[in-house]
């Protein structure tokens, strides 16, 4: 039985939701999307321009020079595109990623110990060439690929570090039932005495691996949570974060923006130059160009006007400063 189509705010609020996903892939670095819009349309309009210009000066032939710009600005876009939207997937899956690390992190703390060893068993289960694993009660035993192969569990708290005794321990137990091989799994990290103990004391090769291991191994052995899963934390985090106001006007204030309006104000007055001849497009390049000119100087007022008032923090240590002194 086919879905329901969604109702035009379903679709808005669909929309919203991806478009809130989106900035939090980008890891707070997108810009709004007004901002974004005029960069792509003065970025278009000057690749144009310097094409066909150029075309024009090379053939002499208006709609020949026409086309090959266009031609050659569809391309371009495409290819900006592509890259843009490969850095996008990439961003997406690295933010993802940490989210669903974070939460079998959590989930991970809260075990105790011979809950521990059972994930821990459960997740070897799921490994290739891991055969015959056994419990021995206060450590496993497996064969890997064709090894006796002793594996220990430290279940450590939030920035433990495992104690040395505890590898010792557990190593002494290995070679007394003749393992080949030792692994020692743990939760927490590993402190300069245990790579000592494991590199230069142990009688067997031992492998040592900590929490990033771990959940490297189980995002491996596809333990990863689900995507809805992954989607309900990232939603979680996005209604958490305080929302800032004003993101718009903060973004057309800021210096770089100033740089910006006051290059496009100068290319387009160098465009109003050069078509001095013509002086429909000339008196429009102007235009433009004082526009672009008048943004940056209300900007560059705003912030003079803005920096020259003191914070409440930085009154407070004004008149505490002159407190002191008193």
């Known amino acids: 039985m086919s879905s329901m189509p969604l109702s035009l705010k379903e679709r808005i609020l669909e929309w919203k939701i991806r478009r809130k996903r989106t900035r939090y892939y980008q890891q707070g670095k997108s810009i709004p999307l007004p901002i974004w819009i005029l960069n792509f349309l003065l970025a278009e309009f000057f690749l144009f321009t310097a094409g066909y210009l150029w075309f024009l000066y090379r053939t002499r032939i208006p709609m020949l020079s ?4 266009l031609t050659i600005n569809a391309l371009i876009t495409v ?3 592509l890259r843009k939207q490969k850095s996008f997937q990439k961003q997406k899956a690295d ?5 669903a690390k974070k939460y079998l992190t959590e989930n991970i703390r809260q075990l105790d110990r011979t809950q521990f060893q059972w994930q821990i068993a459960r997740m070897l289960l799921k490994c290739r060439g891991i ?3 056994k419990d021995r009660g206060d450590h496993l035993e497996a064969t890997f690929h064709g090894k006796k192969t002793a594996i220990g569990c430290y279940h450590a708290n939030l920035g433990e570090e495992v104690p040395p005794q505890e590898l010792n321990t557990f190593l002494s137990r290995a070679k007394a039932e003749e393992a080949v091989e030792a692994v020692f799994i743990s939760s927490g990290t590993y402190s300069e005495s245990c790579r000592t103990i494991s590199e230069k004391k142990s009688r067997i090769p031992v492998h040592l691996l900590d929490l990033d291991s771990l959940l490297q191994i189980m995002e491996n052995c596809g333990m990863f949570p689900e995507e809805s899963i992954i ?4 939603d979680e985090e996005i209604n958490h974060q305080k929302r800032k106001p004003d993101v718009l006007r903060k973004e057309l204030r800021t210096p770089k923006r100033i740089r910006t309006n006051l290059g496009y104000s100068f290319l387009f007055l160098l465009l109003s130059r050069w078509l001095k001849f013509q002086p429909v497009q000339s008196a429009y390049y102007t235009v433009v160009s004082a526009v672009f000119f008048l943004f940056a100087l209300g900007s560059w007022i705003w912030n003079k006007k803005t920096g020259s008032e003191p914070t409440k923090e930085q009154k407070f240590m004004k008149d505490l400063a ?3 002194k008193s």
């Open 231 to 234: 989607d309900n934390r990232i």
């Open 131 to 133: 055969g015959s694993l």
């Open 66 to 69: 026409l086309a090959l710009a």
């Open 322 to 324: 002159a407190g002191e």
């Open 79 to 81: 290819a900006f595109a």
């Open 95 to 99: 933010s993802r990623r940490q989210v």
